[in-house]
C-alpha cells in the first residue's frame, strides 16, 4: 500500500487563497444590469386627469391658487421610526394626500404610467414581473425636505419606488442618493413648469430630499411591487457562469475539508421580513439563482443572513477589536432557523475584509461614554445582508449545536434537508439525513423533558400550549422517524421515542401517542411478540429523583391513554402490569402539598389500599400541616370511590399526636392592622385563613358524622375544640366567635348519639361561664367628674397649648375651655380629640383671630355602656335559644339547669333580656342630643355658680 504523503500547508493555504478568488469572480462576473436609481425626463407626457376629492380637477402646470387650494385640504406627511409612525416637522415636511383621496381620469393615463414604469424597472435592473402601486400624492411648498431615510416595506412585494413629477414650477427640492459607497443626485427643478419627471430607487437606498427654495412641486408616488417569484435571467449567460460556480464549489466539496463556509455580502441591504430568494433584486436575484442551481450537486448548502461587524475602540488602547456576527439566518426560501453564527472569522468574507469595509462609513456608532470609574467603549458597527455557502456537514453539525431551536425552524431544516436529498440521492446525503433527524428527535426529546433552553419549560405554558408544541414535535418525530422506517434505520426512531417517553407529557398528544402506538406494533411483528410485551418494557421507567404526585398522575394519564389504544383483548394484561408499575411508582413519593392533592386522590382510586395505608399514608403524615390536612379530608368526601379510604385517613390523621386537625384559641382572634398596604392586606390575608380553618374543622366533624366514623368524631371534639382563655383574661375578647362555634357544633351533633352531645357540654357550659364573668367585669363605670383621659394631642403640638389642653382634660371640675389660637393650632386641637366625645364652637374676636370653645362630654360613657349593653342582650338570645331551642334540648336534656346560674348573673345586670339593640352610632352627635353634663357632677354642685367650670384661655 503506498504511503499518504501530506500536502504541505503552504500549498493548502495557496489553494484556498486561489479558489476564492475564482469564486468570487465568478460571483462578480454573474449578469448585472441596471442602477440603484433611475431618472427620466419627458417633454411630451400624457395629462394624467388629476383630480382630487373635495377640490376637483388640478390644472397641469400647477399654479399658485390651486396649489393653496390643495394644501388646505391635505394632511402632514409622516414618517416611520421603528414601529413608530410620527409627524414631526423638523424631520419631514411635505403635505399628502391618500391614494383613495384623488384619481387619474384620463383615459390614456394608465397606459402611458405602464411605459413610465416598464422604463424604470430597466433603469433598475428588475428582472421580474413587477407593477406599480398609487401610494400618495404629495405637494411640496417652499422650505418642504424629507431627512435622510430608507424607505419601508408598504405593502408585500414591495422593492422600490416610483416618483412622478408633475408639471409645476420649483427650484431646489433635489434628492440625494447614497448606496454602497456611492452617492447621486437627482434633481427635478429644470424644466419643471413644462416636464414630466420620473424618479426611481429601491426600497434599501437612503435618500434625502432637500428644501424647495421656491414654488411648488407635486408628485404621483407609486410603490414598485413584483408579481412573479422567480427572478428571471438570461439562459446563456446563467450556463456560462453555472459551469464556472459548480467547478469552483466542487474543488472546494474535494479539497478544502477545513473551510466550513463563506460569506458573500449582497448588493442591497434586505430585512429579515424579505430575506428570501425571491425578494433578491438586481443582479442579487441573478446571485442566489445561480447558487441555488449548484450547490446542492456539490455538496454545499447556502442561506441568507444578515452579518454584522463591531469595530470596538478602548481609550487605553490604540488598535480596535473587531468582531463579526450573523443573525436571522433564513433557508433560500424564507424560512427562520432561528440560528445565528457568533465568533466569525474574517477570513471567511468575499471578498477581504479591507476590500468591504475600506473607506466605507458606519451604519451605526456608539459613542464613548464614561461611567463612574470605567468607560464605555466606542464601537461602529456595519451591516450586510449575504449570502452565505456552508460544507453541508459543517451545516448539519452547526445548526444541531444551536441551543435554542423552535419548532418550525427544525422543521424548515428538516424541509431543506430531504429536498436536498430527493435532488441528490447519493449515499452521503443519506448518512446526512439519518444523522440530522436522530440529533433533531433528540432535540425534540430533550424540549420534552424540560432539559434545555429548546423551548420555555413545560410548567410555564397553558395546556393547549403545550398540546400545540407536542403536536409540533410529534410532526418533526413523524418526517424524521419515518424517513429513517423507510431507510431501514428503526433504532433510531425507538431509541429517540423512548427518551421521550420519560418525560410522560407525551400522553397530551393524540398524534405523539400514535407515533409511538405504530413504533411498538413494528417492533412487536419484528420480535414476533404481543404488543403488550413491547409496552410493558418501554413504559418500564425509574422515578425521578424527587418525585411528586403530579409525576405519579401524569404516569396514570399516561398508562390510561396507552390501555385505551389497545386491543380488548389485550387490554387485561396491561392492567395488572399497570397497577403493579402505578404502585411501585406510588411507594417513591415522598414530597406533599395542597396542588398536588388533587391528583392524589386520583391516583389512590388505582391503586389498592394497601399500598395507601403502608406506603402513602404514613409519608403524608409527615407533610400535612393543619389547613393541608383540614384540605384533604374536604376533597376526600367529594370524591367518589374512595370510601375504601377515608375511614383509615380520618383514623391516623385525628389521632395524630400531636392532633393537626385541632383548633386554636388563637384562631378566633381578629389580626385585622389599622391603615393601609401590605401590613394590612396581610392581617386580612391572616383572618381569611383563619375562618377556611374552622369552616374546615366543622366541615370534617359533619364528614366524620355522615360517614358513620363516630369515635373519631367524638374524638375530634375532645381534642380538636380551642383551649378556653383563664378566667378573666383579655382573650375573652373573642366570645361571640366562640359562642358561634357552638352555635355550629350543636348544630352538627343534634342528631347524633349521646356520647357525642356528653363530649361536647362541657365545653359550652365553660364558654357560657366564662363569657358571662368576661362581660360582667367589663361594663363601664359612669363618671363621677369631668376628668377625661387619653385624648392627649399628637407630638407636632405646640407645646404651650398642649399643656393647657392638658390640664383642661384632666381637671374634674372643668367642663367648658376656650382656646384663643391660630386657625391651624384650632384644626388641630379639633382634629386630635375629635367629634366623638367633644362639642366644639368658636367665637369673633375684634380683633384677633377666632375663640375654639371645646365642651367636654358624656358621650364615651354613653357608647361604651351601649355596647356592653348590646352584648349581654346577645349573650341573653343565646343562652335563651339554648335552653329552649331543639338542639340545647336534645344535647342537655336534663342538663339544662346548668345555665340557672349564668341567666341569673345576666338578669342582675338590669339589661332586659331578649330585645337586643345595637351598639349606638358612633358618629358625631348634635349639640341637642348630647348630654353636656354626666351625673353626679351637677348634683354635687348645683348651688355653685358655674363660673368654676369654664376655663378661659383667650
Known amino acids: 500500500m503506498d504511503d499518504i504523503i501530506p500536502m504541505d500547508p503552504r500549498t493548502m493555504e495557496d489553494m484556498e487563497c486561489q479558489f476564492k478568488e475564482e469564486l468570487l469572480d465568478c460571483l462578480d462576473d454573474c449578469d448585472y444590469y441596471g442602477s440603484f436609481s433611475s431618472l427620466q425626463s419627458h417633454q411630451t407626457y400624457a395629462n394624467p386627469g388629476l383630480a382630487l376629492k373635495g377640490f376637483g380637477t388640478v390644472g397641469l402646470p400647477l399654479g399658485m391658487r390651486d396649489a393653496e387650494a390643495i394644501a388646505s385640504i391635505c394632511k402632514r406627511s409622516p414618517f ?275 476590500e468591504l469595509y475600506e473607506r466605507r462609513r458606519p451604519d451605526s456608532v456608539d459613542e464613548e461614554e464614561y461611567t463612574g470609574n470605567a468607560s464605555t467603549p466606542a464601537s461602529k458597527r456595519y451591516h450586510n445582508s449575504v449570502l452565505i455557502l456552508m460544507r453541508k456537514e459543517e ?116 398524534s405523539m401517542i400514535s407515533i409511538v402506538k405504530a413504533a411498538v406494533q413494528r417492533e412487536a411483528l419484528t420480535r414476533g411478540v404481543s404488543p403488550v410485551s413491547v409496552w410493558c418494557q418501554w413504559l418500564a421507567i425509574p422515578p425521578p429523583p424527587n418525585p411528586t ?69 404514613p409519608n403524608l403524615l409527615l407533610y400535612l400541616d393543619r389547613l393541608q390536612a383540614f384540605y384533604l379530608f374536604k376533597q376526600l368526601d367529594t370524591w367518589p370511590g374512595l370510601e375504601h379510604v377515608v375511614k383509615i385517613t380520618y383514623g391516623a390523621i385525628l389521632n395524630k399526636d400531636p392532633a393537626i386537625v385541632t383548633l386554636l384559641l388563637e384562631d378566633f382572634q381578629d389580626n385585622t392592622q389599622k391603615g393601609r398596604g401590605l401590613q394590612k392586606l396581610a392581617s386580612q390575608q391572616l383572618n381569611a ?65 349521646a356520647k357525642l352531645h356528653e363530649a361536647l357540654r362541657p365545653y359550652i357550659v365553660s364558654t357560657l361561664r366564662g363569657t358571662t364573668e368576661w362581660l360582667m367585669a367589663q361594663r363601664p363605670v359612669r363618671p363621677k367628674d369631668w376628668k377625661q383621659t387619653g385624648h392627649e394631642l399628637k407630638p407636632e403640638c405646640d407645646p404651650k397649648w398642649c399643656t393647657l389642653l392638658h390640664q383642661f382634660l384632666i381637671s374634674p371640675s372643668h367642663s367648658v375651655c376656650k382656646f384663643k389660637c391660630n386657625q391651624y393650632t384650632r384644626e388641630h386641637i379639633r382634629r386630635s380629640l375629635g367629634e366623638r366625645y367633644y362639642v366644639f364652637d368658636r367665637e369673633k374676636n375684634q380683633p384677633g383671630p377666632y375663640t375654639l370653645i371645646v365642651n367636654k362630654t358624656s358621650n364615651e360613657f354613653q357608647q361604651l355602656n351601649g355596647v356592653w349593653e348590646s352584648n349581654i342582650r346577645l349573650l341573653q338570645m343565646h343562652l335563651h335559644a339554648l335552653r329552649f331551642g331543639p338542639a340545647g334540648k336534645t344535647v342537655f336534656g336534663d342538663e339544662i339547669g346548668k345555665f340557672d346560674d349564668t341567666d341569673r348573673m345576666l338578669l342582675a345586670t338590669g339589661v332586659h333580656p331578649l330585645q337586643p339593640v345595637g351598639p349606638r ?34
Open 921 to 954: 352610632p358612633l358618629g358625631n352627635a348634635s349639640a341637642l342630643t348630647q348630654n353636656l353634663e354626666p351625673r353626679g357632677v351637677l348634683d354635687e354642685h348645683v348651688a355653685k355658680k358655674r363660673r368654676t367650670e369654664v376655663i378661659d384661655l383667650t
Open 689 to 753: 385563613q383563619k375562618e377556611i380553618l374552622v369552616r374546615h374543622f366543622l366541615d370534617v366533624l359533619g364528614y366524620a358524622l355522615a360517614l358513620g366514623l363516630d369515635d373519631d368524631a367524638r374524638a375530634l371534639l375532645v381534642r380538636g375544640l380551642p383551649e378556653l382563655p383563664a378566667p378573666g383574661s383579655g382573650q375573652w375578647s373573642t366570645w361571640n366567635r366562640l359562642i358561634d362555634l357552638n352555635e355550629n357544633l350543636l348544630g352538627r351533633v343534634e342528631a347524633y348519639d
Open 80 to 354: 416611520g421610526k421603528g414601529d413608530q409612525t410620527l409627524v414631526d416637522t423638523s424631520v419631514r415636511r411635505t403635505w399628502e394626500l391618500d391614494a383613495s383621496e384623488f384619481e387619474c381620469r384620463n383615459p390614456i393615463w394608465p397606459g402611458f404610467l405602464a411605459h413610465l414604469v416598464q422604463k424604470t424597472l430597466e433603469e433598475l435592473g428588475v428582472r421580474l414581473e413587477s407593477h406599480a402601486q398609487a401610494y400618495k400624492l404629495l405637494l411640496y411648498e417652499e422650505g418642504a425636505f424629507f431627512k435622510p431615510h430608507k424607505d419601508t416595506e408598504k405593502v408585500p412585494g414591495m422593492f422600490g419606488t416610483l416618483v412622478i413629477c408633475l408639471p409645476s414650477p420649483h427650484t431646489g427640492g433635489e434628492v440625494h442618493l447614497q448606496h454602497n459607497g456611492q452617492e447621486r443626485t437627482l434633481t427635478t427643478a429644470p424644466g419643471s413648469a413644462h416636464n414630466l419627471t420620473t424618479l426611481g430607487w429601491y426600497s434599501d437606498v437612503t435618500h434625502e430630499v432637500k428644501p424647495v427654495e421656491s414654488g411648488f412641486r407635486l408628485a404621483l408616488t407609486y410603490n414598485l411591487v413584483q408579481d412573479q417569484t422567480t427572478p428571471r435571467q438570461s439562459a446563456v449567460a446563467l450556463d456560462e457562469t453555472k459551469a464556472r460556480l459548480d467547478q469552483s464549489l466542487r474543488l472546494w466539496s474535494e479539497t478544502l475539508p477545513d473551510l466550513p463556509f463563506l460569506l458573500y455580502p449582497l448588493s442591497y441591504q434586505y430585512t429579515f421580513a424579505s430575506l428570501s430568494l425571491s425578494a433578491l433584486k438586481g443582479q442579487d436575484a441573478a446571485k442566489g439563482q445561480l447558487i441555488d442551481q449548484s450547490a446542492c450537486h456539490n455538496g454545499m448548502f447556502w442561506f441568507l443572513g444578515q452579518l454584522t461587524r463591531q469595530k470596538t475602540f478602548q481609550t487605553w488602547n490604540e488598535s480596535a477589536e473587531v468582531e463579526y456576527m450573523i443573525e436571522n439566518i433564513v433557508t433560500p426560501n424564507g424560512l427562520s432557523l432561528d440560528w445565528r453564527l457568533f465568533e466569525v472569522d474574517e477570513t471567511c468574507l468575499l471578498p477581504a475584509a479591507e
Open 395 to 510: 451545516a448539519v453539525s452547526q445548526f444541531l449545536e444551536q441551543s435554542y431551536v423552535g419548532t418550525n425552524a427544525m422543521l424548515a431544516f428538516f424541509e431543506l434537508l430531504h429536498n436536498d436529498f430527493k435532488m441528490v440521492e447519493d449515499e452521503s446525503s443519506m448518512q446526512l439525513m439519518i444523522h440530522a433527524s436522530k440529533g433533531m428527535m433528540d432535540k425534540v426529546t430533550q424540549k420534552i423533558n424540560g432539559h434545555n433552553r429548546f423551548l420555555m419549560k413545560w410548567e410555564n405554558r397553558t395546556l393547549a400550549h403545550q398540546s400545540q408544541l407536542q403536536d409540533e414535535c410529534s410532526t418533526i418525530f413523524l418526517s424524521a422517524g419515518e424517513f429513517c422506517y423507510r431507510n431501514g434505520y428503526n433504532d433510531i426512531i425507538q431509541d429517540a421515542l423512548k427518551e421521550t417517553m420519560k418525560a410522560w407529557k407525551w400522553f397530551s398528544s393524540s
Open 549 to 617: 404526585f403530579e409525576y405519579i398522575y401524569d404516569v396514570h394519564q399516561t398508562l390510561e391513554e396507552v390501555q385505551k389504544s389497545l386491543l380488548p383483548q389485550d387490554q387485561p394484561a396491561f392492567t395488572v402490569w399497570a397497577t403493579v408499575y402505578l404502585t411501585e411508582q406510588v411507594g417513591s413519593i415522598k414530597l406533599y402539598s395542597n396542588r398536588h392533592i388533587g391528583e392524589l386522590l386520583q391516583v389512590m382510586l388505582k391503586i389498592p389500599v394497601k399500598v395507601y395505608q403502608e406506603s402513602i399514608l
